[in-house]
């Protein structure tokens, strides 16, 4: 496994990340692939080290694929819940993780529905002069550094199984449609796939995609379109990411109702036919059936990659916690 690239000790955010730490991230991916096809699924790389997992908002697929990445790797895991710690009785966010470092972590994962959280611990971390590395799982809407690496790794693999790298994604379109300016899936998958060559289309109504976007990966080898109207942003794509609308962090009036959305921008196999004849749709999950993409649309193995998303996430959670612990 390729690690002579890699030098971060915590992963925060994409906005920075190099081309030679993106194809690290995806070739040693690849490798905890194979061995996750294999009989034995459980390799010795982080035996007797300790990974937290630090939710203070919901989730399943990432606790869960973070989780087992962690045990395959033959890794110790702590699992924190903020509704029964501490925090009830008044425990800051920063003494919740110095406790756990006291219990011997040796890195953390962090999800927070504020921006920030995962940065602060990182500093705190640093300050202290303990290495221990910090894994944003998620931070408000700001970034999903680990989700938008699955998403890369799944199209990179189907493009090259053998040798999946970001530059097979030069010049392909992808569409990003739905809720984006709530979404932190979409911020990350901005900077990987324009920092990829991608031609990056965001379509959604006015209030879920304000013009800010548009300076989005300004500095990349790809570009970023947007696209007030869905048609443009599908017309001969490659790809298709739809996002669930996030009504929770909705706090204005911004869409007159789920039915008309779906009418005009949801995901169908109708709309796909304005896409390339090979086009394959990706969402992040959890999904609004119905309402961002068709049901029957999600279960059809010829066009939905969904399923191949979750299982890659526990091939590239794993890459990460190996190349963040290997101490390279």
Known sequence: MATNTWTRHHVLSLADFTTDEYNTVLQTAASFSEVLSRRTKKVPTLQGQVVANLFFESSTRTRSSFELAAKRLSADTLNFTAATSSLTKGETILDTAK????????????????????????????????????LNA?????EHPSQALLDLFTICTLLNPQQPQVELLQGKKIAIVGDIL??????SNIWSLTASGAEVHLAAPPTLLPQMFADFGTDRLGNTFLHWQIEPALQNADFVMTLRLQKERMTQYLLPSLREYHQLFGITRDRLQLCKPNVKVLHPGPANRGV????DLMDDPQF???QAQVTSGVAVRMALLYLMGSGV
């Open 138 to 142: 998620g931070d408000g809407q700001h």
């Open 292 to 295: 961002e993409i068709s049901s």
């Open 304 to 306: 939905s990659l969904i």
């Open 99 to 134: 406790t756990y470092l006291a219990l011997g972590t040796d890195m953390m994962v962090i999800r927070h529905r504020e921006a920030g959280v995962p940065q602060a611990i990182a500093a705190e971390m640093d300050r202290l002069g303990v290495r221990v590395g910090v």
């Open 182 to 187: 709530h979404s932190r899936v979409a911020r």
